[in-house]
């Protein structure tokens, strides 16, 4: 069709001395624009003008309807007066309220003039023009590095952190929205603060308390882009939550220490999380509780009268597993219970794995209750791990029981 | 079919599409720049239409002859107009040097408007002919307001504001301008 107008324009002027562009060489100027004005904001704006000597003479109509994917939420018909003037219609839209959608902005316009001759559709004479224009708003979302691990204080311990790196992604949203953070539930279950250096694109979260069970996502927290809130991010504060004894029995194996002073006894643990899985690695120490020395003679010394981390005479010190070399590949940590031949107290001589294990009354010598925390090398700091373990050390051998 | 019978098909075909041929302006062009400044000006004024809630706002209407204003006008609506410099990025002094112009445009344009209104309903009302020279004068006025206010904010922002305004100008909103000639007989 172009070509036939083409081709055949210029000669039907020059046969038609009467047709369109003798006298009024006026052009109307319209536009149809949609932006994103910031990250809660859609602008859509169309106006029609006449640019030419007879814009004076002419009457404008312009007529929008305006979208949110296949919903119509608003039209417009605005009309100029004669005598210069354009139309122009404007919608701004609220993210937060419309939602995140194709917005688009049909405008009619039309133009007439009777100075002109040129009458409004549907006369044969007339002008009019479409024009269109649209835009697709993504909702900004917030992404995780990892899942935060509750550590009652630390901010990391181990292989483990109580703080997630959080990024929000502006899905479109202009750069230079203003970014806040907020939680939408479970404030009480952590603290959010962004990065000032990156304009809060970034923020960290911290993990202030456990979650309320295994698998419960009681946090939510969405980052707002000029006041339109990303999806939100589902968090669950998973803990540290118990020790677990690796292989089933009450001990692993007893040995002599240094072979003519007594015993070692070694058991291996491990620590749960609140869905019972294993942790890789999270520092743990351990403290006791009060102690009694039924062996008569009371002279072996009593675990609760030592200082964290100092041995006493006895040997006796609060265990404290702080090196990732102190754990293996699979998180666990190996504790020992022993009794070394000191004055007063005398271990009987066991030959290596030649074990009497009499837990006859008579053979128990100190009875104990241990109490394991996790996220912390300072014994009694850290998350409780709820292990009340009954310790007890006989003639020749210790026995932990939970 | 008979050669008249092409040239009247012709004639009518093109009447129906090739007098509707809509371009998009080039870069530069004065009206696209009125275009921008009236785009400004219409969104940065208080809300003149109506509140449609919950979201959605609206503006629109016809624009009014006689608005008043002076180059010292700060925009009304002036988060809109934050939002406008946000999306530019224009700095504190390059944006009020555009509040500047824009203004003046205003001013300066609608008082060209008030004129031609004026003159035309003398016209409408003595049932004379319109004087085409000062119809055309009217037009030339625009276009040199307009070129002559191109050339004082290129001067007067920054180098970077400078770029960043006409090339939005230039750019973004001149690809969603269209002009068509509508042609017509006196």
Redesign the interface.
Known sequence: MKLVCMTLLPLALQLVPAARGQGCIDKVLYANYTQRTGGNTVFSYAEEEITGPDALTYWLTLSTQFYQNTTQLYSNQAASSQGGGGVWTEYSITLQSTGPGTFTLNSLNQASSDYCGIQAPPYSDGWNGYATSGLAVQQPSVSSASPPMFLNGAASSGTQTAVSALTANPNGAPATSTITWRFLAGSSYGTVTCVEDSGCAQANYTATAPGSACGAYDVRIVASFDGFDSTALWIFNNAPQSVFHMWGGPWDSTNPWAPTAGWQTTYTYKVLDMCSQPINYVQVNETFGSSSEPYPGGTWCLPSTNQPGVPDTCGWAWGSWSNASQFDQYGQFVDYLFEINKSGKYPPVIASGQNWFDESASSNVVDTSQFFYAGSPTNGQGVNLNALVSMTHYLDHGKSVQ | MRVGH??LI??L???A????S?TT?PPGDP??FL?FF??YD??TSPSV?KE??????????????SRTGSATDAPADAA?AV??Q??L?LSDADFATLNRWSATLKSQTEQL?AD??A???EV?ARKIP?D?AK??G??ASEIALARQAMASLKAQLSPGGSQALFQFIDG??RA???????????
């Open positions: 092409v040239f012709a004639v075909i093109c009447g599409l090739c007098g509707q809509t302006p009206d696209v275009a009236r785009m219409r969104t239409g449609v809630s919950p979201g959605v706002g609206f503006k629109g209407g016809a624009a009014a002859a809109a939002a406008w946000r999306r990025g408007r031609g209104s003159y035309w309903a409408t319109p085409q119809l055309q009217f037009r973004e909103f969603a301008t269209h002009t068509a000639p509508l042609g017509g007989r006196k």
